[in-house]
């Protein structure tokens, strides 16, 4: 597996705020990465930075290539969508789909136009008339119909409704995402999502708290419902995060084994939300 | 990774055949078409205008006083007329296209920040220096030379819908054709409008400039250097240079073309038609001007700085 994305010791400042501090990771070919974190943690900087739209300190390659002096042969490989309704408001949908024709050299027009034919909106209709939905409609048509290497979206559905915020991640997986491509994504709506993810990368304060594969999580992290004799037992296991729901306890570990952990109580693999919070929340974490 | 799973995955859509780019021609041709679907002003106005002109042809009342007139009997002062009627006509929809053409060169760079559509174009494979070069190519070449051709099929228009009236009895036969002056008109028009746009492209360069640099107000800061300084300068120093340079690029072109101090309607009637300007307008003077190379040179310096801050801001 090639690396898509290599990024070694990101650092951005913004004024006296540091946005990135230190921020190493990899993403590998044919993963969907989720980069998760609270607002304010760093995720659309390093994002920008990836694309080419921030200056930054630090080694960073995409596909190969550096985003601060290669941008411009990096975007016939890369396609993002940045945020909900960037699309320019007084564009028509002809005329969106016939400027990504004139510009981009992998983009197919017929693929965009028949994803647009199952929707509501129509060719001669402005971006400003569509519905926050439909725009963001159209631009996964767009993107959609670029024959890219990485997607990155960040916060695409951000105000959407379910069943625009469903179909549009059916859509990324089923139409568009394969063994050659790769997605990275920001998202709030981490439990909507956490299914589509093979790896996630946790941000907080500009550094990165946790990178992983999905199918890697379970050996690393265990979620523990201890019996209430138990409790006091596992404890002294140090989990890094504890939290009380209905009056059970359950407490995160890291790099414990099942087999020390079992006896206490019930256990099984923290979801990604849960895992998220207890990151982010919990104390200790490296 | 199991290998079968591999072979018998369905085919990649990417095929090596698909071009690594597109050519650069088609992309900034996409490019000005995307300026005129956005920036619908930049034609429309001067078709407004030109229609409104031709409506006025065609109802307007025309008072001649013969006995003021120059002597309109006479084959030449007919031709004059009529080269300077093709001129003043075509003046108007110059003046719009400077207008909204300036407009346009403040908006470009600053609207597309202000709404955030900078990230779509950004999202495609066009360099900052292409897109910024379309819009420059649209304020100096497409709408200059637009309007030139529209004033050209505009007056012909106008010369017809006369013509139709002179027929008819409604108008004096005032008017002659006489196409040998009518290309020499066109031609003056044509060289002036080239001069013009090479003389005026480092103010372009500076909206250009203004547009990709402020967080807001672009009129307000294109105009407040070129008030406030002129006010320092004569309060601090009682001089009025900065007036001189200001007032020198606008109105410098007439300079450096000859015509400065030439009216083109003498006191002793219209013997001058347009068209005989050729003969004092000076493009040899204007072509080895060092002031109109010097602007260029400042023209490029501030596309340049435009470009760089189009590429490198990160505020949105």
Known sequence: MTAVIEARGLTKNYGATRALDDVTFAVDAGRIVGLIGPNGAGKTTAL?????????????????????????????????????????????????????AGVHPRFDRAVAGSFLKKTDIRMASRVRELSK???????????????????????????????????????????????????????HQVEEVENLFTDVIFINHGRVALSAAVEDLG????????????????????????????????????????????????????????????KMQGTGSP | MNTTLADTAPDSPRSDAAPAAKRPGEVLLTLVRRELWEHRALWLAPLVVAALLALVAAIGRVHIDMDEAPDLTSESQRVALFSIIQFVLAIPLYLVAVFVGSYYLLDCLYAERKDRSILFWKSLPVSDGLTVCSKLLVALAVMPFGVFALALLAHLVYTAILGARVS????????SWNSYEWLRTE???????????????????YLLLVSAWVRRAPILWSTLPFVLGPVLE???????????????????????????????????GLHHPVGSALEVLDFRHALTAIDLWLGLAVTAALVYAAIRIRRYRDDT
């Open chain 1, 48 to 100: 920008k930075a990836i694309l080419g739209l921030t200056s930054f300190s630090g080694e960073l390659q995409v596909l190969g290539l550096d985003p601060r002096t290669q941008r411009d042969a990096l975007m016939r490989e890369v396609c993002f969508i940045a945020d909900v309704a960037v699309l320019p408001r007084w564009m028509r949908v002809s005329q969106a789909l016939d400027f990504v």
């Open chain 1, 133 to 187: 939905g439909m725009v963001t409609q159209l631009h996964l048509a767009l993107v959609l119909a670029i024959d890219a290497r990485l997607l990155v979206l960040d916060e695409p559905t951000l105000g959407l409704d379910l069943l625009y915020r469903r179909n549009f991640y059916d859509t990324i997986l089923n139409d568009y995402f394969d063994k050659e491509r790769t997605i990275l994504l920001t998202t």
């Open chain 1, 219 to 278: 050996s690393r992290y265990q979620q523990l419902t201890p019996v209430a004799e138990q409790a006091a037992r596992a404890r002294a296991l140090q989990p890094f995060y504890e939290r009380e729901v209905f009056g059970r306890v359950a407490m995160f570990f890291e790099g414990r084994s099942a087999a020390e952990l079992g006896a206490f109580g019930e256990l099984r693999t923290p979801s990604i939300a849960d895992l998220f919070v207890a």
């Open chain 2, 234 to 268: 004569w309060v601090a120093f009682g001089t009025r240079y900065l007036l001189g340079f200001i007032d020198y690029r606008v109105n410098g072109i007439w300079e450096i073309l000859g015509v400065g101090h030439v009216n083109i309607v003498s006191k002793h």
């Open chain 2, 168 to 175: 008819l009895g409604s108008l004096p036969p005032v008017l």
């Open chain 2, 187 to 205: 031609a003056v028009m044509f060289l002036v409008t080239l001069f013009a746009v090479l003389w005026w492209a480092p103010i372009a360069g």
